[in-house]
Each structure stands twice: as C-alpha cells, then as structure tokens.
C-alpha cells in the first residue's frame, strides 16, 4: 500500500521554469553537450551482448551505455526490412511507456511549484471525469495515479487498436481525446481499491497529461517539451498530438499482433498513447534526460526523493524479479548488488529498455523493434541482462 504523507501547504510560485535557470544548472553538470557526440563504437562486450539481443527475433538493435568517461554505442540488424539499412546509433524510435517518466517529471515540478499536491484528488482537479462503474475520482490521489495504485482499470486493455492487425490497420491514423480513452476504462469498474493494490494502468498517465492540462493552460505535449526537451537541448525527442509519421532517420516497427502475418507499424496516430506512451526519441535524448533527472536537473530535492519513493510491484516479477515503482519510475535490483531505476517501454513495434544510477552517472538505454506481436520473454531477459552488465561494469564496456 501506498504511503500516505500530510497534504502539502502550497507556496507560492518563486521559480521559473524558463530555460536559462536550467541551462545553468546543467551546465554544472557537464550536462550541456549532447550524449551523442561523445560516442564511441562499442568494445566487444555491449556488441555482443546487442547482437545476443538481435539473435532472439528482433529487426534492428541500438544499445548506448553512457558513463563518466563518455559513451559507447553498438546496433545490429536493420532499420528498415524493406532497403536493408543499417540500425544507426541516431535513429529515433516510439518510446512507448518510457513517456510516463517525462509526464511524472511534469506533474511533480507543477508540485514543487505549489501549484499541485500529490494528495489532490482526481476529483479536485477533473471533476466528474472518473466516475461511474464503482470508479470514484474522489478517492484517488495524484500520487496514486503516479505509482499505479488508483485501481483503475487498463483502457488498453479495452483498445484493440494496439492488439489486433485488422483494428490497427483500420484505426491507425484515427484522432482519440484523453476524454474518450478515460471513458473507455470508466465502462468498467476498477480493478482494486485504490491504495491497496499495484496495478500496471495506462489510464493513470492519462488522466495525469489532462490534469497537467488543467493546471497549466497547456498541453502536457506543450509542457513537456517547454520543461523538458528544450531546456535539455533533447532535439531528437518529440510529444506528437496526432501526426503519425516518424520525423527524421527512424527505426521502423513491424508487428504480427499475435497472428502469423507481420506488418509494418510505424506509422500511427500517438493520441491513442497519449501520455501514457506517445513519445518519440533517441537513445543519446533519453540518456541525457535521465542523467539530468537523477542529478537534480529537473526535480527539486523534495520532488525528486518523492518520485524514487516505490512501492512493490509483484506484477512485474517474471520480467524484473522484486521490482518496486515510484513515481513514474520503476526500481530494480542489479545482480552485483544495489539496484538500478528504469521505466520500460512497449508499443507495437518497438520495445524500449533502459536502466540508470541514482546518481546519474552511468545510463543505458536500449532499443528493439520486432516482427512479433510484442517482445517475448527471452528478448526481454537478454536486453535486461545487458543493462545489468553495463551497468555492474560501473563504466561503459
């Protein structure tokens, strides 16, 4: 169960989000170089383990393990089936889930600038718009859709959009309101008191981009790229609304969705992720972002310790055994001891891993896209045994 803190006194507004102030801050850092031009190809070690990756049925591979000393990177198989290119270290690629953690780091700088509490109620802040079914908004905190403990049901689970080729394929480029996939989880009753129970639910991370939305004026997409990606200097990182194209040089995604026949899926309409996973970037971005989260970056003191704050996540054992969820990230133990935090990503199409110190110093993030309906296990357990290596090494290998 979640612990529960005494609602915050709000502050006023004494900081600016503008990009100046967190420039400078990065700068400290040795933050304002983008990752990807320090790379270095990867020593034998992440090449194997890549290809070890590509061997269990993906498309393409791109693996980059940053440290201290700088950054190596490995890829294996292709970018595009159909002319045969090569995975690049730069390719961009849908990073599915990996987007909570963006959209977490939103709601918790609205927190440290007191104009949110994570005991607000959904209620307080949307009303009427959990509600029938047994669903309650006035029950479920912020917090809670944060850590995945509100109870509410998985509206992915009720979007055959993501899970069946025919409905992709007629559905693909269609428009959805965070208003309509919230109701499509609230024509079901919830899954569990919230509060008592973890449960894994894309709805959670919808309503969270809608009250970014009401708190703000703007978009968590405006948001998140005024707060985050500028600021960062992330330039391969974009929050779409509903173009479905893939900008620049990308991984293409094919899927079979449980079926015999694979199919290409890069192109699609992100508003039927939405916040719960419409994001699109790098493995350099997502490397920088996560570096500068966990140095302070982009949370305050506070915010930050609330967000590494976990609670357990049985669900996740057969893929990551132990694992505890915070908010917006998830907690990992490393085979040499001590623990890791990552926020896991899949879409049809592509799968997004990744794995980084509390202090930031040593990321790796890994990507593959497939021609099944969805990584199987042995994909994930070979990806996830090369996040532990890198990141046991304590440096890049």
């Not at 707060?227 to 929050?239: E, F, K, M, S």
């Not at 293409?252 to 994001?279: C, E, K, L, Q, W």
């Not at 799968?351 to 980084?356: D, H, K, Q």
Request: net charge positive; proline share 5%; aromatic share 6%.
């Amino acid at each position: 169960m979640a612990t529960v803190t005494k609602p915050r006194t709000r502050r006023p507004i004494s900081r600016s989000v503008v990009t100046t102030t967190l420039v400078t801050a990065l700068a400290g850092l040795g933050l304002t170089t983008p990752a990807i031009g320090a790379t270095k190809p990867a020593g034998d070690s992440l090449r194997q383990q890549t290809n070890a990756i590509q061997r269990t049925g993906t498309v393409g591979v791109i693996a980059r393990s940053t440290g201290p000393r700088g950054s190596r990177h490995a890829t294996a198989g292709v970018a595009d089936r159909r002319t045969g290119r090569a995975a690049h270290p730069g390719d961009t690629f849908r990073i599915a889930s990996a987007t909570k953690t963006f959209v977490a780091t939103v709601v918790l700088q609205l927190v440290g600038e007191g104009r949110l509490s994570l005991d607000d109620t959904v209620e307080d802040l949307l009303p009427g718009v959990v509600s029938g079914n047994g669903n309650d908004g006035s029950r479920i905190t912020v917090r809670q859709l944060l850590n995945h403990t509100s109870g509410l049901f998985n509206y992915t689970a009720d979007f055959p959009v993501l899970t069946d080729a025919a409905a992709f394929r007629a559905g693909r480029f269609d428009t959805w309101t965070d208003a309509q996939l919230v109701a499509l989880a609230m024509r079901h009753a919830p899954n569990s008191e919230p509060g008592t129970e973890w449960e894994y639910s894309n709805t959670n991370y919808t309503l969270a981009g809608m009250i970014i939305e009401r708190t703000t004026g703007r978009s968590w997409q405006r948001e998140v790229t005024r707060r985050i990606i500028r600021p960062l200097g992330l330039h391969d990182t974009y929050a779409p609304v509903t173009y479905p194209g893939m900008p620049r040089r990308h991984l293409r995604g094919y899927s079979a969705f449980g079926g015999s026949r694979t199919i290409d899926v890069t192109a699609f309409n992100p508003s039927g992720a939405g916040a719960a996973g419409g994001m699109i970037s790098t493995t350099g971005d997502l490397s920088r972002f996560y570096s500068a989260l966990m140095r302070g970056g982009l949370l305050e003191p506070a915010e930050l310790a609330a967000m590494k704050t976990t609670v357990r996540a049985g669900e996740l054992d057969d893929v990551w055994p132990g694992a505890r969820y915070g908010l917006g990230l998830m907690q990992v133990d490393l085979t040499c001891g001590g623990s890791y935090y990552s926020h896991a990503g899949d879409i049809p199409g592509y799968m997004t891993r990744n794995g980084f110190g509390e202090d930031g110093r040593h990321v790796v993030v890994v990507e593959a896209t497939g021609d099944g309906s969805a990584p199987d296990l042995g994909t994930m357990h070979v990806t996830n045994t090369l996040i532990d290596r890198q990141l046991c090494a304590g440096e890049p290998q």
